[in-house]
């Protein structure tokens, strides 16, 4: 989710003016807002922003920066808060109506409550009973002269306070704070300097209940508690800690995240002091915000988009970029959760032009066979069911405009009702039909154990290339097969075969003019320490390029660097005759020397029966990603993100 911007939300409704009980002051050189009454302006539905959602995110942080005089009250002032809808109580036999958001709420109980003997930075926490807060307030945030505090309702709606001390806060500085809310803790960042951090008993709940609530932005909706101070920035950024996003800065106390377009012009100089703005001055050179639209009014204007890390410059009609911040990733978040109809092998996602976003799942289970899923808005939706037979991989590729899925049988199919002694199998090629919206039969091809396939093209012609695993149960040196599409009979038929010991994987890659294809070897029927062969293309066919010590090998995976080329191995396990296995080992990454024209080791990561290594890029940073299967003990394993 992107980052809402609550300041802006009310204060850009009508550009053309402030809003009511709002006035634009200049503090060194640096606008905010000042709130002079709790006008309802200032307040809006959380529907209108986080829109369909019914629960407050259970992880998020939030971005204030403000300014507050040191002779600030000792009262609670909030910055924000999220109140319940009010409810009218009758009392009396008059029939006499009092809202429930009327009384004290009791600041001065909670104010006695709390012990003055922490030290500087030191954190506290504390629930309060109070009637009203426990009827009205599902959220907030308020500062003291000494204290910043983070309230929510909390189980058996419960009032409870985060509160950090000695923030030093109240000094008439700018300060820019992030207050991030995570699972197993609550960080609170000021000027980008180290956090202070609460370890709470209990997490934010994961089921705060928002409906019918509103936003009330600089208050509570109420007089008292209004907040004092000067506004700059106040943003919510669900599901992410922004601090990283605005930290470093070259200027942290007023390091923004998105700050309202017309607080983040460029001020009138020539003031001494504090002073009232009343007009947008054009002068202004930097729009500093999420979004920002271009038109020809703003030719030549500059927008800085913090998310992006971002500069800009508006041509009349789009935003041309000056200066941009590549992408980086964070962390990664659930999507979806697929029930699948049996232990699921491999999945294979793909792109079919009209269609959209495909995934073939391989599944194990003969009787339901394997799964084709569509992408919709609301995630992978059951689309086609294929008939498998102890399918272990699927693998897509497409021929000019035809566009085929070629599954690994493993379990024979009905061919073995007529020979259950037989120990081949057969492996299915479909091809998408158009006209049916479906994938249809197009040729079978016999297999052994198939574990993988990989289609690849050299001077336009087009293979595949099956990595067959073993024939019958104990005979792993066999060969696996490259087959070549011939035009004449429209089939594919045997190009080559090439001696393999238990082959889990190929890999195909071109470098240059060069192209290749890697074998995964596991096993030779005694040992998985065995060569895997990494074979390149001559005068039609593959030869013998170098050879590497695997052990149980299940995948490699190319990737490459700049102009640098890599070679990254899954070793499964050791083993050897009887001697027992071992499960954590390392897994290896290969580099091309160039001169020596050969693979040489680059790195060594241990991992746990690896079975895949994926790689991919964001902007300018490169990942790989391991699946662990196994340590000896257990399958509950992490699988591991390298950056």
Known sequence: LLPLDLLSFVLERDPSKLVPGVHMKQAGGVRGVHFSSPHTSMSFPSSQLLVNCDLFPKEFSIVVTLKVTPNVPKRNEYIFSLMEPKKVEKRGVGGKEEENNKGNILERNKERGT????????????RVKSNEERGRIILGLRFSRKRLHFLFRGHGGVVEHWGFRGGRLADNQWHTLVLAIGLHHVRLTVDCRPPLEIVPSRPFPSDLNIQGSRFHIGSRGRWKGLYSGLLRQLVLSPGLDATHHICPSSDPQLAALSVPPFLSDLPVMGREGDGHLTSYEKEEQVFVGLEQSCSEQLQGQLWFNPLRKGLYLCDGTVWIAVLEDHKRLDYVLEQQVLTTSSETHDVEVFQIPGMGLMAAMAHRSTASGSAVYLWSHTGFQLYQNISTYEALAW???????????????????????????????????????????????????????????????????????????????????????????????????IHQMLPTSGAYDWEFFTVGPYHFLVVANAFDGVTTSVDSVIYVWVSGSFQVFQTIKTFCATDWEMFQIGSRVFLVVANGHRLHGNRPSRYAINSTIYELDMNGQLFVRFQDIVTYSAVDWEFFSLGEEYFLVVANSFDGESYSLNSVLYR
């Open 395 to 493: 693998r897509h590729f497409s021929m000019g405009k035809k566009i085929f899925l070629v599954v690994s049988n493993s379990g024979g199919g009905p061919y073995k009702h007529f020979n259950k002694e037989s120990e081949t199998d057969f492996s299915v090629i479909y091809k998408w039909s158009k006209k049916r919206k479906r994938f249809v039969r197009f040729q079978t091809l016999q297999t052994h154990c198939a574990r993988d396939w990989e289609a690849f093209n050299i001077n336009r012609q087009t293979y595949l290339a099956v990595a067959n695993h073993r024939q019958g149960n104990n005979n792993h040196t066999i060969d696996s097969v490259i087959y070549k599409w011939n035009r004449l009979t429209k089939s594919f038929e």
């Open 115 to 126: 012990s003055g003997e922490e030290e500087h930075g030191e954190k506290e926490k504390e």
